[in-house]
């Protein structure tokens, strides 16, 4: 029997990347996965968004683990989007016991709109979050089997980049908002023993991180990525390595850890 056997997770952001790798290890424990991904790009974002194909992917390895999955393409800065799809899978499946917040966007490269850039990337990062959250967490409550909610900050959720661009700034105050966000539903959910913890990453393959434009920056001395080293001997994770990590925190086997700031990070933190 898996390790989350018999539950049903939320996940934002499911269509590629890191939600697409819990999705598919979650289902892989036993879990049944409603997801949802906006599968179009945004005005302000110089890299490309996944698609629909790559939703429709993601359902087909969910469901070759032998789980079910609702995927449907929704904003997530749109709360009544976020619930319309999350009241379509608590119809199928009756249930959610895990909330995985992961829906985010970067830019990094020189600013081209920087109001526009910098309410993107909060709506979608922070608001996102939000929205993900105040839609599932009355029903965790209903539902009376505890639960565990995860938010993707990152690594600039904690150690704040250098840098005057917009894209930059609004990517590290939406990583730290989440913060708030996590320590606030923590205290508060405790009661209910629904745990809430933030998770950081650094560098991971993805989407975005895998484009053109980050190619670019990293292969530039004076940009600040240049900066942007681990201290192990790694130079970016696979997004089954979060996986592997969330899957244990949202199990039995982390049962205890709630209102953390919790790093996968190959020592990016501390270098």
């Not at 933030?198 to 292969?219: D, R, Y």
Request: charged share 20%; glycine share 10%; net charge negative.
């Amino acid at each position: 029997m898996g390790s989350v056997a018999g539950k049903v997770a939320f996940i934002t952001g499911v269509a590629r990347g890191q939600g697409r790798a819990h999705a598919v290890r979650l289902a892989s424990e036993g879990a049944d996965i409603i997801g949802l991904d906006i599968c179009a790009d945004l005005e302000s974002m110089d890299y490309p968004n996944a698609t629909l194909d790559d939703l429709t992917e993601t359902k087909r390895l969910v469901e070759a683990t032998g789980r079910r999955m609702i995927a449907r393409q929704a904003d997530v800065r749109y709360y009544d989007q976020v619930e319309a799809v999350f009241e379509e899978g608590v119809a199928e499946f009756g249930r959610i016991d895990i909330v995985l917040a992961n829906a985010g966007v970067i830019r990094l490269a020189s600013e081209a709109n920087p109001q526009l850039e910098w309410d993107e990337i909060l709506s979608t990062n922070l608001t996102g979050v939000w929205n993900a959250c105040r839609v599932t967490i009355p029903k965790m409550i209903e539902c009376g089997n505890g639960g565990s909610i995860v938010m993707t900050s990152s690594t600039a959720g904690i150690k704040a980049p250098a840098t005057m661009l917009a894209g930059g700034q609004a990517y590290s105050a939406s990583k730290h908002g989440m913060i708030g966000l996590m320590r606030t539903w923590a205290r508060e959910l405790a009661q209910y023993s629904i745990r809430v913890n933030t998770i950081h990453p650094t560098g991971v393959l993805t989407g975005m991180t895998q484009n053109e434009t980050m190619a670019a920056m990293f292969a530039d001395p004076t940009a600040m990525t240049a900066t942007m080293q681990n201290a192990l001997p790694v130079q970016i994770l696979e997004a089954t390595d979060i996986a592997d990590f969330v899957e244990f925190l949202v199990s039995e086997r982390g049962r205890y850890i709630t209102g953390q700031t919790l790093g996968v990070d190959a020592g990016f933190l501390v270098n």
